[in-house]
């Protein structure tokens, strides 16, 4: 009697969209092409923005993916945890917790430091390689981030990519987390995050040059979901992506203007964004969090089971 009324309960059980991570992450995809589109229009030929300008292209940026990560999953699809209330749905995100801040700034500052370090040995290795030397006024030239700072677009622009991990760590990694291991999880999240360089090719981009992108894309998006796993922040990724796409231009801009398009994937994928900095930015996030952010790692994960359990 009990296995029969068992059986039928769980026949009565309502579809959750969230319970299904690889039909979330479809349908959350399908989700952010249709807020590209519709921002798109209402920004290009509603308001009359250019895409071409830069306030433009920054509000298209910003506004789809505000649009498909904070408002249709939450409030629509009910990604990454169900039903919740708003203020659940970002502290499941990992967009709240900030605690503790000081540390969590300085675990993404120290990363970013060594991000930045590798793509300043790209420089010198790519100076070295053409068979030049390498004196104090490049290396002077090399760490002149002048041309980054106040009024650079890239100081603005660098918020879209940064606006990026709340999709692809905080909905898709969590949606995945809900089902999977860590490590499938943080890997699928890591692939996805990689694809969607793809788009790109939709631009007239060079096919190689895309590649490239879709390869270490994949590969430092192990790196974003690894310390979001470790932290259960998004704090520390949205750091280190938004420094990174804010100064990559001028750490390696000599070998972006210099090298052909083949080359530069190639210090890409190995030593600028690859697999040297990412290698080294996990084990350094394994190390410091294990010293000095385990214990709030830990009461953060034990808090969020506790917040689903009660839904």
């Excluded at 291991?181 to 360089?197: A, D, N, P, T």
Aim: charged content about 10%.
């Amino acid at each position: 009697m009990d296995t029969a009324n068992n059986t039928v309960q769980m026949r009565k059980k309502k579809f959750q969209l969230h319970e299904h991570p690889w039909l979330s992450l479809l349908i959350y995809t399908a989700t952010g092409l249709f807020s590209i589109g519709f921002t798109g229009s209402v920004i290009f030929s509603w308001i009359g923005l250019s895409g071409n300008s830069l306030t433009g292209s920054l509000a298209h940026e910003c506004s789809f993916k505000i649009l498909s990560s904070f408002i249709l999953a939450p409030l629509v699809l009910r990604l990454p945890k169900g039903k919740r209330t708003y203020r659940q749905f970002l502290d499941d995100i990992g967009f709240t917790r900030v605690k503790p801040f000081f540390r969590l700034v300085l675990l993404a500052l120290s990363c970013y430091l060594i991000l930045a370090l590798l793509q300043i040995a790209t420089s010198l290795a790519y100076r070295l390689s053409e068979g030049q030397p390498v004196t104090w006024n490049f290396i002077r030239q090399v760490l002149d981030l002048s041309g980054d700072l106040p009024p650079s677009p890239s100081l603005l622009f660098s918020i879209a990519g940064a606006l990026e991990e709340v999709g692809s760590r905080g909905i898709v990694l969590t949606v995945f987390l809900n089902k999977y291991s860590e490590r499938k999880s943080i890997f699928i999240s890591s692939l996805v995050f990689g694809l969607m360089q793809l788009l790109n090719l939709t631009n007239g981009a060079n096919v190689v040059w895309v590649m490239g992108q879709v390869t270490w894309a994949f590969i430092i998006g192990l790196f974003y979901g690894y310390v979001f796993v470790r932290t259960r922040s998004l704090l520390p990724s949205m750091i280190v992506h938004y420094l990174g796409n804010v100064f990559i231009g001028s750490l390696t801009g000599y070998m972006q203007s210099r090298a052909a398009i083949g080359i530069q994937v190639l210090y890409g994928v190995t030593l600028s964004m690859g697999v040297i900095p990412v290698i080294l930015m996990i084990l350094w996030t394994k190390f410091f969090t294990s010293r000095w952010l385990t214990d709030h790692a830990t009461q953060a994960s034990r808090q969020s089971i506790k917040q689903v359990g009660i839904q």
